[in-house]
């Protein structure tokens, strides 16, 4: 069974860094692989999850909010995704989950992704 595990989340200050880590396990059996991979967030009083980055076969996507300041990456032999989140502002706060397509697709739909992690929360104060 896939299983996502999402880490590194925490409270910093305006400007700070963070770097988010989505290890992905299960991966055995009919999904030995999941091709696209990304990075929602939820803000408290919103309903909907952002997309944040995705990452598909080497091309990474952003949304033009972190453009600039966030970089996701994939480490293949770990079965590890990483985002990196630099200058880091107070409108960053959010809990941030780590999803799993395996066919891929609209990296920002929701309907894309199989699997999904439980989120790690980031807190950025003023």
């Known amino acids: 069974q896939v299983q996502i595990v999402e880490s590194g989340g925490g409270s910093v200050q305006a400007g700070g860094s963070l770097k988010l880590s989505c290890l992905i396990s299960?991966?055995?059996?009919?999904?030995?692989?999941?091709?696209?991979v990304g990075w929602f967030r939820q803000a408290p009083g919103k309903e909907e999850r952002e997309g944040v980055a995705?990452?598909?076969?080497?091309?990474?996507y952003y949304a033009d909010s972190v453009k600039g300041r966030f970089t996701i990456s994939r480490d293949y032999a770990t079965h590890t995704i990483h985002l990196e989140m630099t200058s880091l502002k107070p409108d960053d706060s959010a809990m941030y989950y780590c999803?799993?397509?395996?066919?891929?697709?609209?990296?920002?739909?929701?309907?894309?992704?199989?699997?999904w992690g439980q989120g790690t929360q980031v807190t950025v104060s003023s």
């Open positions: 999803a799993a397509s395996r066919l891929g697709g609209s990296w920002t739909s929701l309907d894309t992704y199989d699997f």
């Open positions: 299960g991966l055995t059996g009919t999904v030995r692989t999941v091709n696209l």
């Open positions: 995705g990452i598909w076969s080497g091309s990474t």
